[in-house]
């Protein structure tokens, strides 16, 4: 599939990489958009092992294009582009890792909270700066995250607009981990092969129950992985996993994604 805003590559090792590439700030338009979402589409049709999303080196991505906001029309137009789009890669039953080099800000940061994980590079940068322009995320930030900080620096973060720097981004959990910027696309890349390799349905269902579960009560989510644990045991996997480490030891298995 042809895009000009952004690269699909899809490595030998099993991990797609989709890299924006919309100028010097990357910024979210409708267009991008749309590609990013056929990429979401393309991935979840031919899915790879596990996914790296990332930016420029200098800006991951500044945000909704604001050139491209009007009135409440428009806005009624761009708010589902965004959920659809990064709900699209959120809902890929694989590790979505977002690569994070610099500025993420308002959908920037909302596309990489739609991630399962977060590399950051130490001179990344996090932001929700909606209210600065009088608005409000739109891409999912009042409840993604809020599920990942917290509700009260959720708050604090969306209603000062705030910059938050990698160190701090890493201390409240907005970062998963913050490595030196040469070696970032590495530690991602890694990252990804390894989890590529792994018990892929396993993978699948623990993601889903895991996202699933946190959305509703801890009894439901307990239920559903009740259900999860009896639909593992169908897996080709399972029975690989399960004999190799009776006749072998732990982390021999050769999984096929079955
Ligand atoms: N949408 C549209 N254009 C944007 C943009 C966005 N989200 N972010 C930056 N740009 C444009 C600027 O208007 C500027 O255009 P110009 O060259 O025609 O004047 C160009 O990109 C470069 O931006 P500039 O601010 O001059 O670069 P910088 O390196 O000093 O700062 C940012 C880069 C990303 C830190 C800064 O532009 C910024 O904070 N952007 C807004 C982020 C934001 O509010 N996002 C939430 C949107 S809801």
Redesign the pocket.
Known sequence: MAYELLTLERRDDGVAVVTLTNG??N?LSRELLDELRRAAEELADDLPGAVVITGGDR?FA??????QFGGPDEAAVIGPMFHDTIGAFAALPRFVIAAVAG?A???GCELALGCDYRIASDRAVFAQ??I??G?IPGGGGTQRLARVVGASRAKEMCLTGRQVKADEALRIGLADEVVAPEDLHDRALALAAEVATGALLAQAITKRLIDEGLSGSLDDGLAMEREGFVEVFRTEDSQIGVKSFLEHGPGKAEFTGA
């Open positions: 010097k700030v910024p800006i500044a945000g909704a294009d604001i050139a500025y800000l308002g959908g700066p909606e600065l322009l608005i």
